[in-house]
């Protein structure tokens, strides 16, 4: 397959881009890493990782997939295919680093079980930066600092479905795809996050 | 009781549906904003570093499909040319294609041809034996291999395999008498020798010679050798194979220059019988399959 010239590439899938690396167009690889790279980038950084961890797994995650192009098959959309390959890399690297030691939630994990011990952490700090007198600016910088700060507490698998829905666009039914999850799960840890985000933010809200 | 109950489910339901929806927004909302203001991405070298790896592996992947078809190829020439070389050295073997040995049988053989004189008939043989040498069968077919067309037909080969069966049996005759002579060294060593003592006169042409079978110890052969060491080219006769049938071979005996007189070699008994008036013209030389006799002197 022979893509079209750069103007016209624009509209070309991505899984058509895909095919065309995987039989030697090193163009269309070109185009999908334009198209792609920010989303999986922020999605590590997301994570809370530093911005060097987050480049050495984004690296990670584009070779392994380089290494699978001739392998890979339209069976599903193309950004499903990449974050299952980025969740992988993500798992690979808490598993180096043995940070993967966090507790699961299920449905019966409510806002009182453990968890909600890194939140307090939270609470306490958000607390803190609530009652000092600041201006609008400043309070909404808070915000978004501490909205981050609640992110990454976030329980991994809310945080994984968190973030592949807030930050990349999934739906809960793709999210389930690329998790390898039942769909209710996804939605309830969804929910929980949701629920977890707002409280742990509620000492900005009035 | 449980409509009440059913009621107050409902309710719940609804209210924990509009909590999340409200989350969801205020959520929605807080991390667009946040999104806007940090619009983070990986660096320049990361981004270099990416490409690089993608085009280098579609590379290595051409370079690796070149190789490959280069493996096939190479791979082909070698199975030629071990097969060439293969078929070279069965050709060779099988004396088809002309070797050093066949070029200096076929020196030897000009030289034969050269040296064989007229034998006169009123030559008399009456104190001679003749020891017919069957030895040497491929010189004359190196010879006539390239001094004509019988390298490759039919009956050149069936006259060479024909000698060959009459070879052998002379060979397994001979060691069956020396068994009967104990001496099991000699027949090993002793070259297949069949000795014909027979009278050649002018009267001898109409009348069947008289054919006696003897055997030569192996000192007794090399004492004829070397008695007749330097005796002339008279002494050397060329033969070769006409035809043959169940009971006998006929073969040719060019005692003269290219008229040979035909014999009958008994099969059972290697007897070798003069065919009276058989004398054969316009036979040429050139076109035969010879071997040699010796003919040699003893003091009898």
């Not at chain 1, 911005?51 to 001739?70: G, P, S, V, Y």
């Not at chain 1, 996804?186 to 629920?195: D, E, G, P």
Request: glycine share 2%; net charge neutral.
């Amino acid at each position: 397959m022979i893509l079209p010239t750069e103007h016209i590439r624009e509209s070309v899938t991505d899984e058509a881009l895909m095919l065309a690396y995987g039989k030697g167009q090193t163009s269309a690889f070109d185009s999908l890493y334009q198209r792609h790279k920010k989303v999986v980038f922020r999605f590590f950084v997301k994570q809370g990782l530093s911005q060097a961890i987050a480049e050495e797994l984004c690296h990670d995650t584009w070779l392994k997939l380089i290494n699978a192009r001739e392998k890979y098959q339209q069976q599903a959309l193309f950004r499903t295919y990449l974050f299952t390959i980025v969740r992988n890399t993500l798992i690979d690297h808490y598993k180096k680093k043995s940070t993967l030691n966090e507790k699961s939630y299920t449905n019966n994990d409510t806002d009182n079980d453990a968890g909600n011990g890194e939140i307090n952490v939270q609470d306490d700090f958000s607390a803190k930066i609530a009652t000092s007198p600041v201006c609008e600016q400043q309070q909404k910088e808070q915000l978004h600092v501490a909205l981050s700060l609640n992110i990454a507490a976030l329980p991994t698998e809310q945080r994984e479905v968190f973030l592949l829905k807030q930050e990349s666009g999934f739906s809960l039914e793709q999210i389930a795809q690329i998790t390898a999850q039942h769909q209710e799960k996804v939605k309830s840890s969804w929910r929980y996050a949701l629920k977890r985000l707002r409280k742990g933010l509620q000492h900005y809200v009035k | 009781m449980s409509n009440k109950h059913a009621d107050y489910n409902g309710k719940q339901t609804q209210i924990s549906a509009l909590q999340q929806q409200s989350d969801e927004d205020f959520i929605n909302e807080l991390y667009n904003e946040m999104s806007e203001e940090n619009q983070s991405q990986p660096s320049v070298i990361l981004d270099q570093r990416i490409i690089s790896a993608a085009h280098k592996a579609v590379d290595k992947t051409n370079k690796s499909k070149d190789n490959s078809n280069l493996k096939w190829y190479s791979s082909l020439a070698t199975a030629a040319s071990l097969t060439l070389v293969i078929s070279l050295v069965v050709l060779q073997q099988s004396n088809i294609l002309p070797n050093k040995q066949a070029n200096e049988r076929l020196k030897q053989g000009i030289v034969l041809q050269k040296t064989m004189t007229p034998i006169s008939n009123n030559d008399s043989f009456v104190d001679q034996e003749v020891v017919a040498e069957q030895i040497d069968y491929q010189a004359p077919a190196s010879y006539s291999a390239i001094q004509s067309q019988m390298a490759n037909s039919i009956a050149y080969k069936s006259k060479v395999a024909t000698k060959e069966v009459i070879v052998h049996a002379m060979q397994y005759e001979q060691k069956t008498q020396l068994t009967e002579q104990k001496s099991a060294k000699r027949m090993i060593a002793s070259p297949p020798v069949i000795m014909q003592n027979f009278k050649r006169t002018e009267q001898a042409n109409t009348q069947e010679d008289k054919v006696e079978i003897m055997n030569l110890s192996i000192k007794q052969f090399e004492q004829y050798q070397r008695s007749n060491k330097n005796s002339d080219s008279r002494s050397q006769w060329l033969w070769s194979f006409s035809s043959e049938n169940d009971i006998e071979y006929i073969i040719d005996i060019f005692q003269n220059d290219q008229q040979p007189l035909q014999y009958r070699l008994d099969r059972a008994m290697f007897k070798i019988i003069e065919i009276p008036n058989q004398a054969l013209t316009n036979l040429p030389l050139n076109n035969r399959a010879l071997s040699r006799i010796t003919i040699i002197k003893t003091n009898n």
